[in-house]
């Protein structure tokens, strides 16, 4: 696997899509050493979260798994809202020249806001030079409530993430973590390296133009202004 590769597919097929993203992250040597985070994202089009995972975890056996199906992905090939498409980022481990990530760490934050952990995984997260992926939903839980509990365990470390919602709003958010898919609370994934990480924060739209009101719209299109 190559550093922060990404692999995109826009294969009607889940199963397939899942497998042709995944396989777009690899590196061009087969010694190359498996990453320490794989990051997957799916389109609401795509069906059963079982079968991803599955199909995840036999394209990729020797890496933690976190991500969430979402009304849209995007890539560096673009984005997608409407049809079925997959992205998935293959994240390096630790390098020889303290490149990387020194360790990552998947957890979960149940609807009462109580951090739980895959099984054989260390019952606590690590602070020093880390940051924190966090993708609540907003059904289950408050996500101040589950995003709270993050920050009460890891002091001092930065927090970025998304909500999650369903396929039509009011739904199952689904997402997995390690080797498990969740439909309530948050999954996250702590992730340490040899220096503080850097964030920045950006936001995607700017004024332009009068404000308008939407009078009618289906589902996410709008029909009338």
């Avoid at 609807?111 to 907003?138: C, M, Q, R, W």
């Avoid at 409530?145 to 909500?163: K, N, Q, R, W, Y």
């Avoid at 396929?167 to 309530?184: M, N």
Wanted: net charge negative; charged share 15%.
């Amino acid at each position: 696997m190559s550093a922060g590769k990404v692999g995109m597919s826009r294969h009607a097929d889940a199963i397939r899509g899942v497998e042709e993203a995944l396989l777009a992250t690899r590196g061009d040597s087969a010694q190359d050493a498996p990453p320490a985070l794989v990051l997957l994202f799916v389109t609401h089009e795509h069906g059963d979260p079982d079968s991803l995972m599955a199909t995840a975890r036999a394209t990729v056996p020797d890496a933690p798994i976190l991500g969430c199906v979402s009304s849209g992905v995007l890539s560096d090939a673009g984005e997608v809202e409407d049809g079925p498409c997959v992205v998935a980022m293959a994240i390096a481990g630790h390098q020889g020249d303290g490149g990387g990530v020194r360790s990552v760490h998947t957890f979960h934050v149940n609807v009462n806001g109580k951090i739980e952990y895959p099984k054989h995984s260390p019952a606590t997260l690590p602070h020093e030079n880390g940051v924190a992926l966090v993708f609540p939903d907003g059904y289950s839980a408050p996500p101040r409530v589950l995003v709270d509990a993050v920050a009460e365990a890891l002091p001092d470390t930065p927090i970025v993430g998304s909500l999650v919602t369903g396929p039509r709003g009011l739904g199952l958010a689904i997402r997995w973590y390690a080797d498990s898919v969740t439909t309530h609370g948050a999954v996250g994934a702590v992730l340490t390296f040899d220096a503080p990480p850097i964030i920045g924060v950006a936001h995607g739209l700017a004024p332009v133009g009068p404000v308008y009101t939407v009078t009618r719209a289906q589902d996410r299109v709008i029909a009338e202004l």
